[in-house]
């Protein structure tokens, strides 16, 4: 079971350096990085320290630890997935005005033109 | 067309896409039928002539720098509605399925009544209108789905054939569904209280091109529309962000 944990902390260490490289090359902004390095942090930090994570699968009552990792880390990706999908949303509607907005104008200003 | 001109005044919008065979058909009859009423072609970043034949017919364009699909489109166009001032506005589709004919109908309906929104309906008397099977069906679900929500049964919920007043054209400027508008409209009217009423219309088969309406699409369709509906019988209006689409 403890290759798996070691698995997850190389896992981890390519998702933060993925995060990292992607940063200082410009393709992802500081604020949506930030949880990608947080959990890749949190990831790391709970498959190398296999005490605390023992002490949470005792409090849960998990069958072993390295479910119990997976578990918490399928949830924390959950909840970014959720986190991704409200702030595509919330461009996708900014966008929409924005092509509406532009539209409008562009039309005003051709009608005040023909005049 | 830079303001409305008078009190009632009418504006005819047409989204189109991709409409080059029959948009300028479309006009013709719009302009033949309610001669002295402005129309706006809303065009959804066709990919072929619409837009210069639009314009030869005598509309006026809004051209869209990318797609917004259906409801996006409408939207545009009632959002310039709005702020030119008009007092009605009635969407004729790009295909040609409407009849202009029936204009004057939903606009006498709209002012007689007072109510928000008047639907063209095929299905309010028998008029040789039809619809395809998958079509027909899907049609029959939402006024079993809609009746209990509307408190009134709609016949014909799927109709873009519809005519508004300023008190709905203000609502959708502010939220309109983007996909599939007309069924979650009639609920985004409902949770303010407003009224519609359906008139009978005669709609016909498309003037060129295809439907791109698929089995798979039509099921998306369903869903989508379903959870569109619950949704906006569930939301919470808040603060609205500025320029929201809905």
Redesign the interface.
């Known amino acids: 079971m403890d290759s798996l944990l070691h698995v997850t902390a190389v896992l981890s260490v390519v998702l933060l350096a993925m995060v990292l490289i992607s940063l200082r090359r410009a393709h992802i902004r500081v604020e949506y990085s930030v949880s990608w390095l947080l959990a890749a942090v949190a990831m790391l930090l709970l498959s190398l320290s296999r005490p605390v994570l023992d002490a949470i699968t005792r409090w849960t009552g998990v069958p072993d630890s390295p479910l119990t990792l997976f578990l918490i880390t399928g949830t924390v990706f959950l909840v970014m997935f959720f986190r991704f999908s409200v702030i595509i949303s919330h461009l996708r509607d900014d966008n929409v005005a924005l092509t509406q907005r532009v539209a409008m104008l562009e039309y005003r200003v051709r009608s005040f033109e023909q005049e | 067309?830079?303001r409305a001109s008078g009190a009632d005044a009418l504006l005819v919008i047409v989204p189109a896409l991709n409409e080059e065979g029959a948009i300028g058909e479309v006009v013709r009859q719009i302009r033949q039928h309610v001669p002295d009423v402005p129309v706006l072609v809303?065009d959804d970043c066709s990919e072929d002539g619409t837009i210069g034949v639009a314009r030869a017919a005598g509309a006026?364009?809004?051209?869209?720098?990318?797609h917004?699909g259906l409801g996006?489109c409408v939207?545009?166009g009632y959002?310039?509605a709005y702020?030119l001032g008009f007092e009605y506005v009635i969407r004729v589709d790009g295909d040609g399925q409407h009849d202009a004919r029936d204009i004057p109908a939903i606009l006498e309906r709209l002012k007689s009544t007072g109510c928000e929104m008047v639907i063209g309906s095929r299905f309010v008397e028998e008029n040789g209108s039809s619809t395809g099977m998958v079509r027909g069906l899907g049609i029959r679900f939402f006024r079993m789905v809609l009746r209990p929500i509307l408190g009134k049964p709609v016949r014909d919920p799927t109709s873009g054939f519809v005519g508004v007043n300023r008190r709905a054209l203000e609502v959708f400027a502010r939220s309109f569904p983007?996909e599939y508008p007309e069924i979650e409209a009639l609920v985004v009217l409902q949770r303010r209280r407003f009224r519609f009423e359906e008139v009978p219309v005669k709609m016909h088969p498309r003037l060129a091109g295809r439907s791109t309406i698929t089995p798979r699409k039509s099921l998306y369709y369903i869903v989508h529309v379903l959870l569109g509906v619950f949704v906006n019988i569930l939301k919470y209006d808040g603060r609205p962000?500025?320029?929201?689409?809905?």
Do not use: F
């Not at chain 2, 962000?241 to 809905?246: A, D, E, K, V, Y």
């Open positions: 067309m830079n809303i006026d364009v809004l051209p869209l720098a990318h917004l996006g939207q545009a959002k310039l702020e983007l962000r500025p320029g929201r689409g809905g």
